[in-house]
Nanobody, 125 residues
């Protein structure tokens, strides 16, 4: 049974930093590209960042490029999202997701086979 478990979400102030973690089990982690998505109240779930299964290439949404960094530890089956200079607009539930291999359509939710339950990030101004 595949499980993705996010952690690290909390209430922070504008300008603060936060690191989210996603621990994966039940899958061959190294074979999956890992993404982060987020969903704010009343909005669609949107792409945040992805790290490729092989080579570790990373891609980001324009809204967080330069502020967020995605990384992975294949030995620990964990993917991270380091978020700096947080803004009120970053408030959302953050989800990690796993996509087998790499299709190039990394910003599409349908490309991801497995999803976590999400962790709440609230940025207070």
């Amino acid at each position: 049974q595949v499980q993705l478990v996010e952690s690290g979400g909390q209430l922070v102030q504008t300008g603060d930093s936060l690191r989210l973690s996603c621990a994966a089990s039940g899958l061959t982690f190294a074979a999956y590209s890992m993404g982060w998505f987020r969903q704010a109240p009343g909005k669609e779930r949107e792409f945040v960042a992805v790290i490729r299964w092989r080579g570790g290439d990373t891609y980001y949404a324009d809204s967080n490029k330069g502020r967020f960094t995605i990384s992975r530890d294949n030995a620990e089956n964990t993917v991270y999202l380091q978020m700096n200079s947080l803004e009120f607009e970053d408030t959302a539930v953050y989800y990690c997701a796993a996509a087998l291999g790499w299709s190039g359509r990394y910003n599409l939710r349908a490309e991801y086979r497995y999803w976590g339950q999400g962790t709440q990030v609230t940025v207070s101004s």
